[in-house]
């Protein structure tokens, strides 16, 4: 029986991924401490892990990575989070000998792993990227956002080293935290030049165990024996009514519906009225939904295209930045998926690939390859057993 200490960064894409191997932790007997914000407290509960909190700065934030303001206040989300996170294993680390830390490639990371002095395995949410590929991640130097950092990230940074005595290599790690032991939630098939990755990388694939989450109202019933547009441009992202607003242009002569996904911080305001055959709401139950969806036109975050994938659904894939480009790319590749990059989207463009993707059978197929490839990956108790004898190696060093 192991403590395992579970630290991530608070968004469903990140959480979500970890969900399977959170359950396979708590149901061989480990102790399980997962610490995260109030969103994501009853479905990891549900799991069976012990949950500390702590105050969610992403939630209410507007996040525009690509403008060097937005990239900033980015940057100070994950720094605050990252000290709200090591004070809270500072107190657990006062009465729990953690065994290892399992942690996501954003966020702390690496730097819980540091201050404990004990072996950390990493997450991987999405894909995996080369060292010429990481400049595409906000944040590294050569990213392309100019990135100045003002007093209050130097003061952030500083407190960070003053109270806990680690630092980041650059501020990059924030998006990119390393270990000698990687877990990724995909199969070997779908990660782009996979024979580039060893042993030490564990392709588990995706895993949906059920959730406990909060209650909806959102009538699932209207789907049934209908054809189904499903629209998501994810949680973190702003400025989506005029994303919207094109959606409805392209689809209100649907015959069938549309569910759009609009998002906490959605502003009905800046919408236009909205069809008959529209269903647009602030929460969606996602995995619900794509069990009655024939097409999903998605930004390509890899745990909605994870989940895509596990119900057998073609997507249009509208990219907006960090590894979704990668991902549109690799769907396309394996002609699992049709891409539309914003310079060339409009209504006309967005339907034209929703038809194409609804009435060409090999989006179909070849999702269904991918999904048997996640089927096939590497076992969750393998991938156990590889930890174990990871961390027990490197406690013995």
Avoid: W
């Amino acid at each position: 029986m192991a403590n395992v200490l579970i630290v991530n960064f608070p968004a469903e894409g990140h959480v979500n991924p970890t969900l399977g191997i959170t359950k396979a932790f708590v149901d061989r007997g480990d102790n399980v401490h997962y610490i995260t914000t109030g969103k994501f407290k009853d479905r990891l509960e549900g799991v069976g892990a012990t949950v500390h909190l702590h105050e969610d700065l992403l939630r209410t934030a507007s996040i525009d990575p690509g403008s060097p303001s937005g990239l900033l206040s980015f940057l100070k989300i994950h720094l605050r989070t990252s000290l709200y996170i090591l004070e809270v294993v500072k107190e657990l680390a006062k009465s729990i000998q953690f065994d290892f830390v399992y942690y996501d490639t954003f966020c702390a990371g690496e730097l819980v792993r540091d201050y404990l002095n004990i072996p950390g395995v990493a997450s991987s949410a999405s894909f995996l990227f080369g060292e010429e590929h990481l400049d595409i991640l906000p944040m590294h130097p050569d990213s392309g956002v100019p990135l100045k950092m003002d007093k209050e990230c130097v003061d952030l940074l500083a407190e960070i080293k003053e109270t806990y005595g680690v630092s980041p290599r650059h501020v990059s790690q924030f998006m990119s935290n390393r270990a000698e032991l990687t877990v990724v939630y995909t199969s070997r098939y779908f990660q782009p030049e996979s024979d580039r990755y060893g042993d030490d990388y564990l392709f588990i694939g995706p895993s949906f165990p059920k959730r406990l989450d909060k209650k909806h109202d959102f009538p699932l019933e209207k789907l049934k024996g209908k054809k189904v547009i499903y629209i998501s441009m994810g949680t973190v992202l702003d400025k989506t009514a005029e994303f919207f607003n094109l959606c409805i242009d392209a689809f209100s002569c649907f015959e069938g519906i549309v569910v759009i996904a609009a998002g906490e911080r959605a502003d009905f305001s800046h919408l236009k009225d909205v069809p008959e055959n529209f269903i647009i709401a602030p929460y969606v139950p996602q995995l619900e939904v794509l069990k009655e969806t024939d097409v999903f036109i998605t930004h390509g975050g890899m745990n909605s295209v994870n989940e895509s994938i596990h119900f057998q659904v073609p997507m249009v894939v509208v990219p907006h930045d960090k590894d979704q480009p990668m991902i549109a790319g690799r769907l396309a590749e394996l002609n699992a998926g049709y891409p539309i990059f914003k310079d060339k989207l409009d209504a006309n463009t967005l339907r034209h690939a929703a038809d194409q993707v609804l009435n060409n059978s090999r989006y179909k197929e070849n999702i269904q390859k991918i999904d048997e490839s996640f089927q096939n990956s590497m076992e969750m108790n393998e991938a156990l057993k590889r930890i174990d004898q990871y961390a027990a190696q490197k406690a013995n060093r």
